[in-house]
Nanobody, 114 residues
Framework: QVQVVESGGGLVQPGGSLNLSCTASGITFEYSSVGWYRQAPGKQRELVAIIDLRGKTIYGDAVQGRFTASRDNAKSTVTLQMNSLEPEDTALYYC????????WGQGTQVTVSS
């Protein structure tokens, strides 16, 4: 059974940093692509970052230059490093793993507030 679990969310002050992790089990992780998405209350879900099986990344316009995605296939984990956080980054962050199908985690809450 495939499981996708996000972790690392929390409360952080504006300008601060936070690292999110997405761990998948039940798949051949090194052949997967992984996406991070977020959804704020009253807004549509938006792309944050995608990292493909080769480690190539693309980012949403709102986070370009501030967020960095990386993967550790030995740990079946993708990390999203988030710097220079802004209140507008407050959202529920989801991880999706693309491997034969698409699997979503339950999300982890990030709140940026003073």
């Amino acid at each position: 059974q495939v499981q996708v679990v996000e972790s690392g969310g929390g409360l952080v002050q504006p300008g601060g940093s936070l690292n999110l992790s997405c761990t998948a089990s039940g798949i051949t992780f090194e052949y997967s692509s992984v996406g991070w998405y977020r959804q704020a209350p009253g807004k549509q879900r938006e792309l944050v970052a995608i990292i493909d099986l080769r480690g190539k990344t693309i980012y949403g316009d709102a986070v370009q230059g501030r967020f960095t995605a990386s993967r550790d296939n030995a740990k079946s984990t993708v990390t999203l490093q988030m710097n220079s956080l802004e209140p507008e980054d407050t959202a529920l962050y989801y991880c999706s793993v693309h491997w034969e199908s698409i699997y979503w985690g339950q999300g982890t809450q990030v709140t940026v507030s003073s």
